[in-house]
């Protein structure tokens, strides 16, 4: 069974900046696409940004311009660079893998709280 870790949510003051990290235990990185979701109370998961195998990314429009997602395969990690935060950034932010045969994994989530 894979686990995936997330770390590095926390409170920070609007315009300020994060950066999560998501560790999976085992090499499964390589070959999948790896994507950082988010989850505001009493909103539904909304996909945030997106690294493919061929390494292109994709980013939400609200978040395009302040984050960025990079991995990196030999050290199982997927991280999320969160610059220039906002309060409507506030959520529980989650890793994500989809392997090559399709298989899915998450982590349990993060805390970020912006405030004003």
């Known amino acids: 069974q894979v686990q995936l870790v997330e770390s590095g949510g926390g409170l920070v003051q609007a315009g300020g900046s994060l950066r999560l990290s998501c560790a999976a235990s085992?090499?499964?990185?390589?070959?999948?696409?790896l994507n950082w979701y988010r989850q505001a109370p009493g909103k539904q998961r909304e996909l945030v940004a997106r690294d493919t195998r061929g390494g292109d990314t994709n980013y939400a429009d609200s978040v395009k311009g302040r984050f960025t997602i990079s991995r990196d395969n030999a050290k199982n990690q997927v991280y999320l660079q969160m610059n220039s935060l906002k309060p409507e950034d506030t959520a529980v932010y989650y890793c994500?893998?989809?392997?090559?045969?399709?298989?899915?994994?998450w982590g349990q989530g993060t805390q970020v709280t912006v405030s004003s």
């Open positions: 085992k090499s499964i990185f390589s070959g999948s696409i």
């Open positions: 994500n893998a989809v392997v090559y045969t399709g298989a899915e994994f």
